[in-house]
């Protein structure tokens, strides 16, 4: 089988394909079957009248009626002879119940006929005509029930001229007075070109296929794009996407592979972050462990140095848990901090003792930290992590502020919400840089040789969004950076 063919013919195999294929069968069943019930819940009290009614049966019974009255009964004969196969039959009785075409008629047509032509009112479904030449013809049109079958009329009888009728072309129509399709005790055999049945069923088996296998291509193609793309995400590949191979489609599809792509890029962007993260910290890591090995070969050197190694150590072995400690901190931000309870606090009271610590430190640097603000700022949630988010900010200003300078903080409470600026008088970051700074373990490149490790910033952000809040970063026009942290607050319930 060549390849081009190949996924056309499994796509024959798969279930998606048969299942279309019969719900499209059972719907026109269904459809079948529900109109043949409607039909048969409201014909079947019409099909037992021994005579047809309505307004087509009363315009023809009209005409028929002006027919006979302004001609003759062969003029009738012939328009009968016409409308034969083609509109309900008129029947025209004489008192002798013969029938103007000598067809077949029951008796029970003709009493009920004659009971509606004898009495009173005007009956739209009966005409009683009477002649110059004494004959009375009552014309009607019997039930379904009660009319002879199509194409077995036992005689045709001959026009005036002896001849059957003819056609436009001179010749008798169909080789006989009836219409075409019938012959003298002949049932209907179909009119020339007529299809078949059994080609009316094969075509739409034919359509019922190409319909069903159409349908079952345009959904089966997109989930085949899908189940690749999972496939692919399962083995590592998370640069997958899929959306683009869906074309030009505007439907659920498209709209599942882009959700697809999202979720893709979340993973990617999430299992990177990782990875740097162990990366970066593997390397901040690396450095005290480097040198508590090199204190410990020094003491074993040289034994006398021993108190000065201690202190080298302390030092490092602090620095080592500091930088845990920030870890594990940024780690459980990440996860959400599963099974914490939270609390209600005063934001403004907290930073009123972190501006306090904060003084005191700034003041051994020669630099100066200056607070605007005041009031009361009620929240619910985590107090020492937003603490701590604000002493980092505040602790990276005092570190980045010139000698002299001071830090300016400021709170305001506004709308619902809170918001806290710390400004310094450093040398500011690169526009491009101001929402890397909050990444973990980043380090400017302007700066790459500053103490810490990058995390309080990161730690930062993490522990402000985990509140609903934001924070930003920007560089001010008179030099220096402005770090923003807005929050909402909690309502305060009023004393009953």
Sequence with gaps: MPAALWPRASLLRRSLFWKILLAFWL????????????????????????????????LLLHMAESVLVHGDETTLRRILIDW?????????????????????VEPEAIAAARQLATGKGDDARVRSVTLSSE??????????????????????PPLPDGNF?????????????????????????????LPLPWVHVLAGILASLAFSAGLAWYVAKPIGHLRQAFRAVSAGKLNTRVRARMGR?????????????????????????????????????????????????????????????????????TRLDELVDEVLTLAR????????????FDLLALLDEVIGDAQFEAESLHKCVRYRGGGEAHMHGRADLLMRAVENIVRNAIRYTPESQCVEVESQCQGGQV???????????????????????????SNPTGTGYGLGLAIARRAVESHGGQIVARNRPEGGLRVEITLPLTPVAEPH
Excluded: C
């Design 84 to 104: 034969s196969g083609r509109e309900a039959p008129i029947f025209a009785v004489d008192e002798q119940n013969r029938e103007l075409l000598g067809r077949k």
């Design 165 to 193: 009728r003819r056609g436009d072309d001179g010749r008798p129509r169909d080789g006989h007075g009836g219409p075409p399709g019938f012959e003298r005790g002949d049932k209907f055999r179909g009119g020339p070109g």
């Design 333 to 344: 931000l990440d996860s959400g901090l599963p099974g914490v309870s939270s609390q209600s």
């Design 249 to 317: 489609r505007r439907d659920e599809f498209s709209d599942l592979a882009q959700d697809f792509d999202s979720m893709t890029g979340q993973l990617e962007a999430l299992i990177g972050a990782q990875r740097r993260l162990l990366h970066d910290i593997s390397h901040e890591l690396r450095s005290p462990l480097a040198r508590l090995q090199a204190a410990i070969g020094l003491v074993r050197q040289n034994p006398q140095q021993l108190d000065a190694t201690l202190d080298r150590l302390e030092r490092e072995v």
């Design 27 to 58: 719907t026109l069943l269904l459809a079948g079957v529900g109109a043949g019930l409607v039909v048969w819940w409201h014909i079947p009290k019409h099909e037992h009248q021994p005579l047809s009614g309505g307004p087509r049966t009363a």
């Design 135 to 156: 004959h009375t013809y009552v014309l009607f049109v019997p039930g379904h029930e009660f009319r002879p079958r199509i194409g077995l009329l036992p005689f045709m």
């Design 419 to 445: 918001r806290i600026s710390v400004s310094d008088h450093g040398p500011g970051v690169a526009d491009s840089e101001l929402d890397a700074i909050f990444q973990p373990f980043y380090r400017s490149p």
